[in-house]
C-alpha cells in the first residue's frame, strides 16, 4: 500500500460572484511510496501548499480523491490526523513560552503517557539541537531554531508520514543544512515518508528520492532526479566573451553546435547536440573566428533544466500565481457530493 495516493485531485477558489472561480490544483495524480522522501517542486504558485493542505484535512477537495495511509482525507480527517505531522510554511509557535513548554503542551494534546512526556520532549528537543535553549523563550530564537522547533512538535506522537511545506525557506545555509540531516535521518533510520514542497532545486536534488514537477497545479514531470535529468541528457556550455559587442558572433558559432538556452545577461548558452565531447570543437570554433573567452562552463543537467523542458520556463523567478488565485478567495468549491453531505 502507497503511503499516499492522489488521484485527479482538483481544487478551485471562489473569487465573488461576479468573478470565475480559479483552480489551483487541476486534475493531480501522484503515488508516495512508503519511506520515501518525496520533493514536491516548482515556483510559488504552482499549488504546492493547496495540495499539502489538502493531503493534511486543512483544506477540502473540490474534485478527486486522495488517501493518506490508506485513508480518505474526506472521510477519514481524524484518521489521517493521527498518523501525520505537519510542519507548514507558518510556524505555530507563541513566543512567550519556552521550547520545554511548547513540547509539554504538544505531548499532552496528543495524549502521551503523563509518564512519556517529558522524556519525549526532552529526546527530540536534544535531536534538533535545541537542548540549551529549551528553557528559553520562542521570542528570542532565531528563524532556524524555530523551524528545527516546528519540526520537533511534528514528531511528538511518532507519525508514519511527515508534511513540510518549504521547510527551510528563509533559512541561512547552516540552518538549512542541519535541517536536511533530520529529515534524512527520519527517513533513512526511522522509516518516516516525507513529502516535502520546496522551490529549491537544491534541497530536491539532495533529499528526495523522487520528485514530482508541478506547473500551473498540474504535475509535468515525476521521478528519481537522477532520471529526471538523464531525460534531459545533453549538458549546456555557457560562454562570456570578453568584449560586448561579440555577443552576437558569439551566439552564431555556439548555434553550431546546439540550441540557445538560458543564461546570463553577459554571455550565452547552448545545450550541447553532441554532449561533452563536443567541448574541445566549441573552443576550437571560438579560437578559429578570434573570439576572445573571458569565462566558459559547462553545465551537467540539472532539475531546472529538467523544469525548463517540461514547462517552457525556469524555475526561477516564476509568478506568484499561488498567491494570486488565494487573494480575494473566499473558500474553496466543494465537490458536488461534499456540498450534499
Do not use: C
Request: cysteine-free; glycine content about 10%; proline content about 5%.
Amino acid at each position: 500500500m502507497n503511503a499516499i495516493e492522489i488521484r485527479n485531485l482538483v481544487v478551485k477558489y471562489r473569487r465573488g460572484w461576479r468573478k470565475p472561480p480559479i483552480t489551483a490544483v487541476n486534475g493531480l495524480s501522484l503515488d508516495v511510496p512508503p519511506g520515501a522522501v518525496v520533493g514536491f517542486l516548482g515556483p510559488n504558485g504552482a499549488g504546492k501548499s493547496t495540495t499539502t493542505l489538502m493531503l493534511t484535512t486543512l483544506l477540502p477537495p473540490t474534485a478527486g480523491s486522495a488517501r493518506v495511509a490508506g485513508y480518505d482525507v474526506v472521510h477519514e480527517g481524524a484518521r489521517v490526523r493521527g498518523v501525520i505531522g505537519a510542519a507548514l510554511q507558518e510556524a505555530a509557535l507563541d513566543p512567550l513560552l519556552t521550547g520545554s513548554e511548547h513540547m509539554r503542551l504538544q505531548t499532552a494534546l496528543h495524549g502521551l503517557p503523563r509518564e512519556e512526556r517529558a522524556a519525549r520532549g526532552e529526546e527530540l528537543l536534544a535531536r534538533m539541537g535545541l537542548a540549551e535553549a529549551a528553557d528559553r523563550k520562542v521570542g528570542g530564537y532565531s528563524g532556524g531554531m524555530k523551524r528545527r522547533l516546528d519540526l520537533a512538535l511534528a514528531l511528538v506522537h511518532r507519525p508514519r508520514i511527515l508534511f513540510l511545506d518549504e521547510p527551510t525557506t528563509g533559512l541561512d545555509i547552516q540552518s538549512r543544512t542541519a535541517l536536511w540531516d533530520e529529515v534524512g535521518r527520519l527517513a533513512s533510520e526511522d522509516g518516516v515518508t516525507v513529502f516535502l514542497t520546496t522551490q529549491y532545486l537544491e534541497e530536491a536534488d539532495v533529499l528526495a528520492d523522487r520528485v514530482g514537477i508541478i506547473d500551473r497545479g498540474r504535475i509535468v514531470a515525476e521521478g528519481t532526479p537522477a532520471k529526471l535529468k538523464s531525460d534531459i541528457g545533453r549538458p549546456s556550455v555557457e560562454v562570456v566573451p570578453r568584449r560586448a559587442e561579440e555577443l552576437a558572433r558569439l551566439a552564431a558559432v555556439l548555434e553550431r553546435f546546439g540550441e540557445r538556452t538560458e543564461s546570463s545577461s553577459k554571455g550565452v548558452a547552448v545545450r550541447m547536440r553532441g554532449g561533452e565531447r563536443d567541448l574541445a570543437e566549441v573552443v576550437r570554433a571560438l579560437d578559429s573566428e578570434a573570439i576572445a573567452v573571458e569565462h566558459i562552463q559547462l553545465h551537467a543537467p540539472s532539475l531546472d533544466d529538467v523544469f525548463l523542458a517540461k514547462t517552457g520556463h525556469s524555475l526561477e523567478g516564476s509568478g506568484e500565481r499561488e498567491a494570486e488565485a488565494g487573494a480575494g478567495a473566499s473558500e474553496p468549491l466543494l465537490a458536488a457530493s461534499k456540498a450534499a453531505a
